[in-house]
């Protein structure tokens, strides 16, 4: 028995929101409140990453004549931020609890993390979302090869806020943003 398309999409997400509630529940429900200079600064390279990769990606991508579906935009913006953000800092946390059994030095814990969530990344997107979103990549587009440098920073950014600032809830955003901006161009539906 094959599944639909949206009911893979639901059941990642269910087991991503059951991975998030059972073992970040306290990083859920908390939020640092510091806000010093190095966190602020961390937010506005964040954004300004978030609107470089709206700029590639809109500039990279086709909906392929599709037309847009305003509640698959909503559920898809929102639940896959979430869901997503949930699975991204699972890896990043296995990696540095690995690294941990080694060492304690901060840097080596925060790369083997980010090297855990890349990998989880590239997995997630290059065997599950490339297979289950319509075709919606323009190959000749010239800012295409701007596309993974550009997820190499989205990536950092969050990395450093999970590990700096244990912050689940701005990357929550952030990844809604970048969630949104797919949406918007590629133009599927989880509901018909």
Known sequence: MELSVPVMIYAYWAFAFLVGF?????????????FDTRRIALLVASLIIVALNAWV??????????KLDMLTVLVFTFANGI?????????????????????????ALFITGI?????????????FWINILP????????????????QMLIACSWALNFFWYRDIRIVVILHSMIDLTMALNVKFSLFQ
Not at 57 to 66: K, V
Not at 115 to 127: N, P, Q, R
């Open 22 to 34: 059972i073992f970040f529940k306290k990083d859920i429900l908390s939020f640092n409140r510091e």
């Open 57 to 66: 990606y809109s500039h990279s991508t086709t909906d392929g004549g599709r």
């Open 83 to 107: 869901a997503e953000t949930f699975m991204f800092y699972a890896v990043f946390q296995i990696g540095i609890a690995l690294a941990g059994r080694f060492t304690q030095n901060s840097w």
């Open 115 to 127: 090297i855990f969530f890349m990998v989880y990344s590239g997995l997630i997107h290059g065997l």
């Open 135 to 150: 075709t919606h990549v323009v190959q000749t587009s010239p800012y295409k090869p701007f596309f993974m440098p550009v």
